[in-house]
């Protein structure tokens, strides 16, 4: 069985400051995908980010940046110099290759971050 | 691209109705899923669809939900009879194909009341 561990509830920060989410993911699979997505106060989820598991490259987006560790099974997300706008619950996701998991995202609790200016 | 389309974006209905709610995915995408948003649950998926085919429907909660998705453009999900604890958002989302596990993108979701 999949599972997808955000131990983080809720990160409070000040505007200009870094944020470290955290994700932990349990497979079988030795194909697997992993995916973050931002769902704003309006509700809708945006997709942020796709690593395929044989890609361990950190990867960077502007102020978003992913650090992939297969070793501890971790796919952390930092915000570098947090703005207002990045106020959202972050969902951490994983998509597998075998019958039971393939195509089915398996997404973790979320992690509500809120920024004060 | 219209993105995900999802009708209505609220519902208000009585226990014992049934409820439909609609889903348009992204034209070209071949799967299509059904998830659920509580506090509690928090993101759970119902049922999912590839080439217009239920592929899994472990998800669904219990018989009084049933999901169809007639062609590649339309799908429902139907609520009958609809219950206070079945309250929550439906998202829908489709993908281009779930057996490349392409990114999911999802609609506005459906709040649902029912009272």
């Known amino acids: 069985a999949q599972k997808v561990t955000q131990a983080q509830t809720e990160i409070s920060v000040v505007e200009k400051e870094d944020v470290t989410l955290d994700c932990v993911y349990e497979t079988r699979d030795t194909t697997y995908y992993l995916f973050w997505y931002k769902q704003p106060p309006s509700g809708e989820l945006v997709f942020l980010i796709r690593r395929n598991s044989f890609d361990e490259q950190n990867e960077i987006s502007g102020r978003y940046s992913w650090n992939f560790q297969k070793s501890t099974s971790s796919f952390n997300f930092t915000i570098t110099a947090s703005q207002v706008v990045d106020s959202a619950v972050y969902f951490c996701a994983l998509s597998g290759r075998t019958t039971d998991s393939w195509g089915k995202f398996q997404f973790g609790a979320g992690t509500q971050v809120v920024v004060t200016p | 691209d219209a993105g995900v389309i999802q009708s209505p974006r609220h519902e208000v209905t009585e226990m014992g109705q049934e409820v439909t709610l609609r889903c348009k995915p992204i034209?070209?995408?071949?799967?299509l899923f059904w998830y659920r948003q509580t506090m509690m649950r928090g993101l759970e998926l119902l049922i999912y669809?590839?080439?217009?085919?239920?592929?899994?429907d472990s998800g669904m909660p219990e018989d009084r939900f049933s999901a169809k998705m007639p062609n590649a453009s339309f799908s429902t999900l139907k609520i009958q009879p609809s219950e206070p604890r079945d309250s929550a958002v439906y998202f829908c989302a489709s993908t281009v194909d779930s057996s490349m596990n392409t990114e999911a993108f999802f609609g506005q979701g459906t709040r649902l009341t029912v009272v």
């Open positions: 034209s070209g995408h071949n799967s």
């Open positions: 669809f590839n080439n217009n085919v239920p592929i899994d």
